[in-house]
């Protein structure tokens, strides 16, 4: 299993643009979520999902979209990017069963807008 | 979800065992403990988690005190590649999304 992968590793935006940051796992797991680091700062969780077609806002959801369409894939769009949005994004993903305690998580993508 | 207190930083020695704390004085009775650590900037990798009773896995052993208001992370014979940012996380598990919080966590430094 390849685990869950992130697309881009890197990228920078400027400001007012737009973007997909893609998550994909390969372990049929149906809770996925997406947290931003800040520097210096813990991960704080943006959005989850427990299913395909089912999302909720986590702590910092303002300025980003999500869907989920599919159970592999879970992306996180930012519309209209701003300075603040400069970050280190993690997703990351956890089986349904009851006993499974265990969240995976990707490398990440480093995000500047400047 | 109860709240954690973790000491910034730590230096421990190679081949040392390092005795990471976390303080939870608040903990309710259906709320585990989680550890994942991070290393540079990588994505965050479980450890280990307990509810009551000491834990032991592959990685390293988890030692929660009788009163549930802290516990011990133990990396049982450190080595340079442990050094990392160990998070200390009080969770309760429902079995749905379980969503975590990241506090600032213990810089381990392993040191030659």
């Known amino acids: 299993n390849a685990g869950v992968t992130q697309t881009p590793k890197f990228r920078i935006l400027k400001i007012g643009q737009s973007m997909t940051l893609q998550c994909t796992q390969d372990m049929n797991h149906n809770y996925m979520y997406w947290y931003r680091q800040d520097p210096g700062m813990g991960l704080k969780l943006i959005y989850y999902?427990?299913?395909?077609?089912?999302?909720d806002k986590g702590e910092v959801p303002n300025g980003y979209n999500v869907s989920r369409s599919t159970t592999e894939d879970f992306p996180l769009r930012l519309e209209l990017a701003a300075p603040s949005q400069t970050s280190v994004y993690f997703c990351?993903?956890?089986?349904?069963?009851?006993?499974?305690?265990?969240?995976?998580f990707g490398p990440g993508t480093r995000l500047t807008v400047t | 979800d109860a709240k954690t207190t973790q000491p910034p930083s730590m230096d421990c020695a190679e081949g040392r065992a390092a005795n990471l704390p976390c303080n939870h004085s608040?903990?309710?009775?259906?709320?585990?403990v989680y550890w994942y650590r991070q290393i540079h900037s990588q994505g965050p990798q479980y450890i280990i988690h307990?509810?009551?009773n000491n834990e032991t896995n592959e990685m390293a052993s988890l030692i929660i005190t009788e009163d549930r208001k802290s516990s011990t992370l133990i990396l049982p014979h450190a080595t340079l590649r442990d050094t990392a940012v160990y998070y200390c996380?009080?969770?309760?598990?429902?079995?749905?999304?379980?969503?975590?919080?990241f506090g600032t966590g213990t810089r381990l430094q392993v040191t030659l």
């Open positions: 990351a993903s956890r089986p349904t069963d009851r006993g499974a305690h265990e969240q995976y």
């Open positions: 608040t903990i309710s009775g259906n709320e585990y």
């Open positions: 307990g509810l009551k």
């Open positions: 999902s427990v299913g395909a077609g089912i999302t």
């Open positions: 996380i009080v969770r309760e598990f429902t079995g749905t999304a379980s969503k975590l919080t």
